[in-house]
């Protein structure tokens, strides 16, 4: 569905730009909570916590922008399999296969050594999705992909920012400027609006230039 797997920011402390711009500052997307079958039951809970991420397309992003916030960044996909990451497994809540994994986990918590076990590493990329009295909790469409622990990354390892258009031009400026005084982390790859359409992602794609930072 897309090269680039995104991770769109919420606001914890501060603004959604606050915290955007602390992980590109800090060169780290945190795992800050846990994810997955068994984020309530694993022995370790750290085992658990993964930074998530997802493959929706770029010219769909409004729809996790409208969930989240309009700020975010992406990396390719081989730089998150290359970490470990990987896709998360979509296993209907009742289901054969969501009762077997059950099965596994009780054994698991039972063994003498249930902290070792292997599952562990296997279980925050499993989730259940289902429908429920009241309501339903189904995120399949989000193609989530999620990688254990904090991620992170270079400045080249950075694909692409998520910024609303209103904005592009501050941003560049600001890393440029982070860049001329050598004052801390400088990202020079795309920037796109979360709410643009594939001809105006593919336009900014296709006329991104490197080339003014050669010799310097």
Known sequence: ??????????PRQGTAYDVVM????????????????ARRTAPDPTTQR???????????LSRLAQRRSSY??????????????????????????HMAIQAIITQA??????????????????????DFPGGNYRFEWERE??????????????????VPAHLHGAAAGFFYGVW???????????????????DQVTEVFATHDYSWMRGR
């Not at 602390?22 to 079958?37: E, K, M």
């Not at 063994?111 to 925050?124: E, R």
């Open 1 to 10: 569905m897309s090269d680039f797997l995104v991770h769109f920011v919420t």
């Open 22 to 37: 602390s992980i590109l500052w800090d060169q780290t997307l945190r795992a800050i909570n846990p994810f997955g079958i």
């Open 50 to 60: 993964t930074a998530c991420l997802s493959e929706v397309p770029l010219h769909h």
């Open 72 to 97: 975010g960044l992406g990396f390719s996909k081989q730089f998150i399999l290359g970490r470990g990451g990987g896709p998360v497994w979509y296993v209907e809540t009742g289901s054969p296969s």
């Open 109 to 130: 918590l039972a063994a003498d050594d249930s902290a070792s076990q292997p599952v562990w590493s296997i279980t925050p990329f499993i989730d259940t999705p289902g």
């Open 145 to 162: 992909r999620r990688h254990v622990g904090d991620l992170h990354f270079d400045t080249h390892d950075v694909e692409l920012l998520i």
């Open 180 to 198: 001329e005084e050598s004052s801390g982390p400088a990202y020079f790859c795309p920037i796109i609006d979360p709410d643009w359409s594939i």
